[in-house]
């Protein structure tokens, strides 16, 4: 397994969980582009039947609103799971109160991005903590 | 001869009738016709800009990340929609995104266009002009955005002086204060927005300036908006208003952006003041900058005769980083004070505890 660079055998699983279409396709082309396999999710109930059924991704992206289930619920639905529990969580959101911040990492989120966002940042993130 | 002239008289008002109701009849049709007509414009004009939006909206994404490639210019009505998502993603992103998405706008020749907007658009054209001119930091429009922001419409006025201090906040800034704070459409915290946007190398020397030679009812005001603004300026401002304020609002403001411990005696000192808002202000202040012998005194006030005061000193106490849940639980039992217990146990059910 590598950290998703083209030409490399095993292809890491990115899962996007993003209500925003435009937000959604950006993430998606840009891990796309940088050689990673994507899975998507439009709401928290598509992503709540994913943790429930589906083989666990490499790293999760996680936007807090979404519809029918948020975030943090999400987070700690993934931390409670036999499978998913080590999967590395990046919390990508609108809410960027220093509350909302704490909250997602005690929540156990390896990392959080506030949105407006810079791709380059996020891309960098990810691969820091795929290679821990 | 009676009958004829009756018969004529009655010929009159029927054909009278007649001509109304035939009149009656062709307004409604007309009426039916320009409704169709409109709502037939208005499904074509939607229909285009959702055409539009899809066949833009992957080259948007791409140049993100690469420099435009060859494309079909925008023309017409197009060149608003490709504003509309311009502004969208602006909105998204940060960093070196933001200068691929001004890549693009050159590329297709739109900052032109949004130029004429500025100054022959309807408003809300002009507003989304203002806005991309801002996101493109386009120096050319920087004096018609400040004269923008001084518009009686609020929504243009918050979208020149937004674009106005992305252009440029150093000159921006003292540009827009003293015009924006008399208006009553714009409140304290979108101007508190707006000067964080700007920074404090921009913020610092004109809000210092603005406080120190304020009179007194227009200070307080001025000195909520010190977030933006560098320590130091904070805390020279708030010191020379603390030595001189009369008006209980302007302490109140002082305390409530003070962030240097050096005041610490002082705020301690109005947690006895009579002035119930100044005792729930001081506790506040305390919680941020106190340390932990200020506990005691934060105690004292959980039996506060004001509400909000035991409130606000509850909430201080289970929010002190350096106090532990059991603590702040061996505080809420040594309470004999019934009022005092009640308010704590509020708190801490609130926060779950």
């Known amino acids: 397994m590598t950290d998703g660079a083209a030409g490399q055998s095993v292809p890491k699983k990115i899962l996007i969980v993003e209500d925003s279409e435009d937000i959604l396709s950006i993430v998606r082309f840009l891990l796309k582009r940088e050689g990673f396999e994507v899975l998507t999710a439009a709401d928290g109930r598509q992503a709540e039947k994913m943790i429930d059924d589906a083989a666990p991704p490499d790293a999760v992206v996680l936007d807090v609103m ?16 036999a499978s998913w529990r080590n999967v590395v969580v990046i919390m990508l959101t609108a809410k960027s109160g220093q509350k909302d911040v704490l909250h997602g990492l005690d929540s156990g989120a390896d990392d959080y991005m506030v949105k407006p966002f810079d791709t380059a940042e996020l891309l960098a993130r990810l691969r820091r903590l795929l290679r821990r | 001869m009676m009958d004829i002239v009756y018969r004529e008289n009655t010929d009159l008002i029927v054909r009278f009738a007649l001509g109304i109701g035939v009149a009656a009849l062709a307004m409604t049709v007309l009426m039916i016709v320009s ?16 055409e539009f939006m899809e066949r833009w909206r992957p080259v948007f994404v791409e140049a993100l990340f690469q420099p435009p490639g060859a494309m079909p210019l925008p023309r017409g009505e197009e060149r608003l929609y490709f504003l509309y998502l311009f502004n969208h993603y602006h909105s998204l ?59 009686e419409n609020t929504l243009l006025s918050q979208a020149a002086a937004t674009a106005a201090v992305q252009i440029d906040p150093v000159r921006a800034v003292p540009l827009l204060l003293p015009k924006l704070l008399h208006r009553a459409d714009w409140p304290v915290s979108n101007i508190d927005t707006l000067l964080a946007m700007a920074g404090e190398e921009a913020v610092s020397p004109v809000l210092r ?21 560098s320590e130091e300026a904070a805390s020279a401002c708030i010191g020379y208003w603390l030595e001189r304020a009369r008006e209980g609002e302007t302490i109140s403001a002082c305390l409530q952006m003070l962030k240097d411990a050096h005041y610490l005696p002082l705020v301690r000192s109005y947690t006895k003041h009579p002035t119930w808002y ?19 005194m934060i105690v004292g006030l959980l039996a506060d005769k004001e509400w909000w005061v035991r409130y ?33 146990d509020t708190v801490m059910m609130e926060r779950g505890r």
Do not use: C, W
């Open chain 2, 93 to 151: 992103m940060k960093g070196e995104n933001r200068e691929q998405l001004n890549r693009l706008a050159d590329a297709a020749g739109i900052r032109s266009f949004a130029r004429g907007l500025i100054r022959k658009g309807n408003m809300p054209r002009r507003i989304v002009a203002s806005y991309a001119l801002g996101f493109m930091k386009d120096e050319s429009v920087f004096d018609a955005l400040i004269e923008g922001a001084s518009d």
């Open chain 2, 209 to 229: 300036e603005s406080i120190m030679n304020a009179a007194e009812k227009e200070a307080p005001n001025l000195i909520r908006l010190l977030g933006s603004a």
């Open chain 2, 278 to 296: 100044l005792r729930l202000q001081a506790v506040a202040t305390l919680g941020r900058i106190g340390h932990r012998n200020d506990v005691a």
């Open chain 2, 312 to 344: 606000r000193a509850a909430s201080v106490l289970a929010d002190m980083p350096f106090l532990t849940h059991q603590e702040v639980t061996a505080i809420r039992d040594a309470q004999t004070d019934r009022y005092a217990r009640d308010v704590m």
């Open chain 1, 66 to 81: 979404l519809p029918y289930v948020d975030g943090f619920t999400l987070l700690k639905k993934i931390r409670a799971s």
């Open chain 2, 35 to 50: 409704i169709l007509l409109m709502r037939g414009l208005f499904l074509s004009r939607d229909r285009q800009r959702q």
